[in-house]
Structure formats: structure tokens, C-alpha cells
């Protein structure tokens, strides 16, 4: 299970470890200095003797650790330039330590696109800039430089293939993945240090740091609450840091029937809008619901019914009849929202939180919701978009937009806190929160990356996932976990060309071949 860090947090674990004597500063820095070297013999072994190197140290420990990379580098045999911030004296502790060493065998010069320009070509570039604790834009030669670095050589080569990264892709923060910088540079890898951080996931933080590498520096494993990365885990401990334990999506007891597995219902719009709830309603079915009915108005009926085999269908025109209905205890979730127009959703919305059910808010219900907010059930998912977002929690939205301290996290915990229930912040880095601040993040980036998903029907698809496994009996944080990590897997599975349809069909062989 990943486990992803505040920069706090590691500051905070670090200081401690030098504090109890577990650790020195001069020590974390030599092993930082040996993991980045370690990533450097594997991604570029290829290259021959005397390979050129150039490493870019800036004014605090970051830089401190880019002195230690030159120095190993140059006992390998590589030609290593050194370029700096500041010399020794203007240097913490610490890195002026380093510095030193390193002046033993080598200068250092300015830390400019002047100076890299004005000497000879590199075959590899270490970003040992500014690190993790980067808060503001960088300005002046160091900015000019990180541009520089964003483009491409006389011969039109991207600089990036030629980039690794120490902790991070200078200009880039890492607690929220936002680039201070426009136009900055990008590396190839990038290497952590003892956890990846918030930033390295979220935001511009994947395409920025290309490969993601963790080195082990002998740190202690935690400190405070985490968040985690949302992929399948086989121990208890491990779903509970952010993952969810594969077990939890298996039908072992050959003595269940099919009300063992819940009875989700799936409210529909009405004639020419059912697709939306279909599609949702096949996906609960397909995750593991033992029934699913899809309540329409009379007008759809006839459609639907034209369009199901598998599932079920109950007329509900009305509230008084969505109450009728929901007297039946065997049902175990509801899912509000997918097709159904703001009217219906708004005049149902009342007794769909009413009934005590776990139940997922979608779509029209979203804007249902936010034209007329109400308290929401404990057992309660939203499942917004950006656009939905913003019309949930516009000053959230906006201070997203205009914040580059602010991170999507920060406003999904905000917003989960502020409706009592649990927000699925959905997108490429979708973020799902508790209200007492508990979160995971899906980071559908890197190799997991599945770009079809931008087709019309792909969301309904997610929120009758969630509403399949509400209806199993899954907390809500656990069912949203499970269901944006197999969105994205259904979604690779089938690959481009991709349409909604498609994904509820490909998880019998996702689930095959992750309980085998």
C-alpha cells in the first residue's frame, strides 16, 4: 500500500529521528545522495564511460543532497559539473558540509541558463533545486534557468529525457501538485525520499515527475494521519491506510442467495433519459449487487423495459411512491441523480435522504442539492465533478482556482467536513474524503492512465459502481475506494475505442483476475 505524505509530516519525521539521535542530517543526506544514484545506474545504465553530468544544487538542504550526487557520480566515473546557488558559507549546515567535499574535487559555478548554456552538452541533468518545501514561484536566474530546462537543446531535443529529479521537479509544490512556475522544467524520473507526497499524485504533480521513485533513507515509517494512494491491498492494516483489501469484492459462501449480496435501486429519469440510470443499474449488478431495480415514471417505462433483461423495474412517479417502495427493508441502497432532470431529482430528494439507506447523489441530484441544500445521511456519497463541484462549494472551487497552496485534498476534506458525508472529487487524481478528514486519493495517471474515460455515460458507470457496494453492505469510504480503482481498471482493460457500455462488461475479468 502507498502512503502518501504532507511535506510537514516528513519535516516533522525527520526532526524527530535527528532529534532522538536515530539519525543525522549529514547521514539522511549521504542516503538520499545514494538512493538518487541508485535510480540513475538503473534508468540510465545505457550510458557509456565518462557520461556527462551536470548537477544543479540550490540554496538549501535540497542542494545539499545534489553535492552528495556529484561527488558518488564522480567516483563512478562520470564528468560531473556542478552548478550552485550559493557557495559553503551561505549554505545551512549541513549542505555547506557537502559543498565542501565537494570543492575537494571539483568548483562550483552559477547556478544560470548562463552558465549551463556557456558550457559543454550533458547527458544527464540532476534537479537538486528546491525540493519539497518550495512555496513560492521561483524568480530571477533560477527561474530563467528551470525555462530553459523546459525546452529543448540547439538540436531540438527535450531536455526531460535527461532530467532526474531529487524529490521534486524544482518549481513544483508538493502539497498540492501545482506548478509554481510556468512553462518549468519536467524530469524523466523523480525520486522521494521514505514516502511519495501528496504533490507528487495530484494536480501537475504526475506529468511533471515523470517516473515516481521512493528511496528508503531509514526514517521511521509514520508520523500523523496519512493520506492513501486508493489500489488493491491484501492485509487489513494495509486497506485501512488508503487501499481496500480484494477480498471484499468476492462471493465465497456457496449457502448465500441473492439478497445475501443487497438490493440496490436505481432511480431513473424519464422517456429518452433512462440511458443514464441503465447504465448505473448495470453496474451495480455487474460489481456484486445480488438485485437491482431501476424505479422509473410511467412515461420510461416502456423503454426500459424494452432494455433490461437482468434487472428490475418499478414505477415511481412520485414521492409517496419512492416512499412505498422503500418500505421494503430488502432494499439496502439507493443512487439518486444519473438522467434524471433537476425537477425529479429535487421533488425525490426529500424522501431518498429520508429513508435511512445508504444512497449515492449523482448528476441532476447534485444540482438538486445545491439549489436547495438539506442534511445529508452519514452513509451518504457525492460524487462530483469540477463544474458540480463549484456549484456545491463555490468558494472552495474558487479558492482551488486562485490558490496555489490549496489543493484539491484540502478542499475535498473542506467539503466532506462541511456536508456531514462522504465527497468523491472526481477526475484524474479523483479524491474521496471522510468528514473527520480521512482521504484517499486514485491517481488514474502514469501507467494507469485511461483517457477513454472522457466519453459520455463513464460517470453513471462509477456511481453504480458505489451503489453496488453500498448495497453489499461496504462503509461508503471502502465502496468508493473499490469503485474508482476498477473504473479505471475496466476502463484499461478495454482500452481506446471505449464507450460507457463497455466498462460494466469488462469487470468480470478485472475481478477474475484479482481474486484468483
Known sequence: MTELMTTAQMRAIEAAAIESGAATGLGLMERAGLGVCAAIARHWAAQGAESRAVVLCGPGNNGGDGFVIARILAGQGWRVRVLG??????????????????????????????????????DLCVDAIFGAGLTRAPKGDIARLLRHLGGADAEGRPYRHRIIAVDAPSGLNLDTGRNLLDQGLRAAVTVAFHRLKIGHVLADGPESCGTCEVADIGLAPRHGPLVGLVEPARTHEAAQAGGFDAAWLDKKDSRDHKFSHGHALILSGGMG???????????????????????????AMMEIAANITALMLRRVEDPQALRALLEDARLTALCLGPGMGVERASALLPAALASGRPIVLDADA???????????????????????????????????????????????????????????FKGADS???????????????????????????????????????????????????????????????????????DLSEAVPGVLKGLLR
Open 85 to 122: 546557488a550559493a557557495g559553503p558559507d551561505a549554505l545551512p549546515p549541513d549542505a555547506a558540509a557537502n559543498a565542501r567535499r565537494w570543492l575537494a574535487l571539483g568548483p562550483i559555478e552559477p547556478l544560470s541558463e548562463t552558465a549551463l548554456r556557456d558550457g559543454p552538452g550533458f
Open 273 to 299: 433519459a433512462s440511458g443514464a440510470a441503465r447504465l448505473a443499474a448495470r453496474a451495480a449488478l455487474r460489481i456484486g449487487a445480488g438485485l437491482v431495480t431501476l424505479g422509473a415514471p410511467g412515461s
Open 366 to 424: 447534485l444540482t438538486a442539492l445545491a439549489l436547495d441544500w438539506r442534511p445529508l445521511p452519514a452513509r451518504c456519497v457525492l460524487t462530483p465533478h469540477g463544474g458540480e463541484f463549484a456549484r456545491l462549494f463555490p468558494d472552495l472551487a474558487a479558492r482551488l482556482a486562485e490558490d496555489v497552496l490549496f489543493s484539491k485534498v484540502d478542499a475535498t476534506r473542506e467539503a466532506a467536513r462541511r456536508c456531514g458525508a462522504v465527497v468523491l
Open 431 to 501: 479524491v474521496t474524503a471522510l468528514p473527520d478528514g480521512t482521504c484517499a486519493i486514485h491517481a488514474a495517471t502514469g501507467a494507469r492512465a485511461a483517457p477513454w474515460l472522457a466519453t459520455g455515460g463513464a460517470g453513471d458507470v462509477l456511481a453504480g459502481f458505489v451503489t453496488g457496494l453500498l448495497a453489499r453492505g461496504l462503509a461508503p469510504f471502502d465502496a468508493v475506494k473499490i469503485a474508482t480503482w476498477l473504473h479505471v481498471e475496466a476502463a484499461r482493460a478495454v482500452g481506446p475505442g471505449l464507450i460507457a457500455e
